[in-house]
């Protein structure tokens, strides 16, 4: 059970990082609408991760790495942890200021009005750092399950 768990919360981090790559691409091309329900999407992706995460940990689920270089599997989970513990606030930041823009615009073709402007810059600024974090957070999410999945062993629960 708590391996089928673990085995979707990987495919919905991984999906999220999907979803975040089409609302980059499409933000570029201009299309806000698509941008913005990519982006919801990616969100809501993530949120379920963290909840599938956060159920297997309260299962009591570990897997310890039994593999070759240790160390640099450690930095990587380290490196891992520290970036998606960042990664919420980031993303609330970035939610947060393309909410109060597009609360402020009306709508999707108004961004340029100076009230929503200024938030739209701030969601810039915010993006800036919310975008490498999350795809960092979802690609190294991934590498350590297939690690663990080669050289993991279950060491509590389940
Ligand atoms: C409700 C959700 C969102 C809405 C309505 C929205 C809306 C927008 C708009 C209107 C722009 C264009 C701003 C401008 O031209 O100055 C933009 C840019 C951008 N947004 Fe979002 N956004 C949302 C969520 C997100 C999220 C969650 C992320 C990533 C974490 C994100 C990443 C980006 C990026 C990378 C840009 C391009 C920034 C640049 O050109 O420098 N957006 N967004």
């Known amino acids: 059970m708590a391996e089928t768990i673990n085995q979707w919360s990987v495919i919905m981090i991984v999906l999220s990082g999907i979803a975040l790559i089409f609302g980059v691409l499409f933000i570029r091309r201009g ?13 809501a992706l993530a949120t379920v991760f963290l909840v ?26 380290l490196s891992h942890i520290v970036l998606a513990a960042a990664n919420l606030p980031l993303a609330l930041g970035a939610l947060w200021h393309a909410w109060k823009g597009l609360q402020a615009a009306g709508n999707l073709n108004n961004i340029d009005a100076p009230a929503a402007r ?14 490498p974090v999350w795809l960092y957070v979802a690609a190294t999410g991934w590498i350590i399950y297939v690690l663990l999945h080669k050289y993991g062993q279950v060491s509590t629960g389940a």
Do not use: D
């Open 31 to 43: 299309n806000r609408e698509a941008h913005m329900r990519s982006m919801l999407t990616a969100s």
């Open 118 to 131: 200024a938030h739209f810059n701030k969601h810039r600024a915010w993006v800036r750092w919310t975008v």
């Open 52 to 77: 599938l995460y956060l159920t297997r940990l309260a299962m009591g689920y570990e897997k310890t790495y039994i593999g070759p270089n240790k160390g640099a599997y450690l930095a990587l989970l």
